[in-house]
């Protein structure tokens, strides 16, 4: 399963409807971790970013996702 952990974000400009805006994103960290019981998860951080036409940012999320690992 996915679980979110967290999300952020920030708006630098009006957003329009109808606005051809380009996206990109990168993984920030991923991580493998343990929680209080000993079962793995996988700590992933996503950023996305949005530009408007003029490529000038008008807004970004971070977005951290927890990926439960299934162990044999």
């Given at each position: 399963s996915i679980l979110?952990?967290?999300y952020d974000?920030?708006?630098y400009a009006p957003l329009y409807?109808?606005?051809p805006y380009?996206?990109?994103?990168h993984i920030a960290s991923a991580e493998r971790l343990a929680n209080d019981e000993g079962k793995?998860?996988?700590?992933?951080q996503?950023?996305?970013?949005?530009?408007?036409?003029s490529e000038i940012l008008?807004?970004?999320?971070t977005i951290t996702?927890?990926?439960?690992?299934?162990?044999?």
């Open positions: 979110i952990e967290s974000w920030e708006t409807e109808e606005t380009q996206v990109s994103g793995l998860y996988d700590r992933i996503f950023v996305f970013e949005m530009r408007d036409p008008t807004a970004r999320t996702w927890h990926y439960t690992r299934n162990t044999l």
